[in-house]
């Protein structure tokens, strides 16, 4: 695997792209440590992703669920939220003006 800064990118993507047809792996780096990596992948590879990454939102709106049962936050009419979406407005809007 090679790696290449992430500011040559848009010279080299013809380079980049013939690499990762031919099977390797490219490393993107920005300032030195790597950011990410460019791997060919195939239909079956781009399905089991949106998979794992419908699996973990699933899993983090259950945490969240869970966490607004616990807190009894799942129990507050659109009156009180509104109420304190407004008050948290409120007082950014002071901090703003320096009040």
């Given at each position: 695997?090679?790696?290449?800064a ?30 990410a ?23 983090v709106?259950?945490?969240?669920q ?18 304190d ?9 002071l ?5």
């Open positions: 695997m090679g790696y290449l992430v500011s040559e990118v848009g010279r080299t993507r013809g380079d980049i792209w013939r690499r990762v047809a031919a099977g390797q792996a490219v490393g993107l780096t920005r300032r030195g440590p790597p950011i990596m460019v791997i060919g992948v195939g239909l079956d590879e781009c399905k089991a992703f949106r998979a794992y990454r419908a699996a973990r939102l699933g899993a709106v259950r945490r969240l869970a966490g607004a049962r616990a807190s009894g936050a799942d129990r507050l009419s659109d009156e009180e939220i509104q109420a979406i407004d008050a948290v407005r409120e007082e950014r809007r901090e703003a003006v320096g009040a």
